[in-house]
């Protein structure tokens, strides 16, 4: 069963390293920060594709959508 963080928590591991982001059709999987990722994916929606999978690779976390868009507010990122 996958851990669940609270928004504050994620918001503290932002520059922590071992995470995953799985593209809408799966094909492409990019690591680094949790940042890192977070702005991967604001790109990729504002491409018109699907933002991804985001998971913390050692715990397999996943985020959703919601707790995607949060973050990228706290991030200054535009919708």
């Known amino acids: 069963m996958a ?8 918001k503290g591991r932002m520059k922590s390293p071992g995470w995953a982001l799985i593209s809408g059709n799966g094909t492409e999987t990019f690591s680094g920060s949790l940042q890192d990722l977070l702005g991967i994916s604001h790109k990729r929606k504002r491409a018109g594709h699907a933002p991804g999978l985001i998971k913390e690779i050692e715990t397999s976390i996943e985020l959703d959508m919601i707790q ?5 507010q706290h991030l200054g990122l535009p919708f």
């Not at 995607?68 to 990228?72: G, H």
């Open 3 to 10: 851990t669940i963080y609270t928004h504050d928590d994620l």
């Open 68 to 72: 995607i868009e949060m973050l990228w």
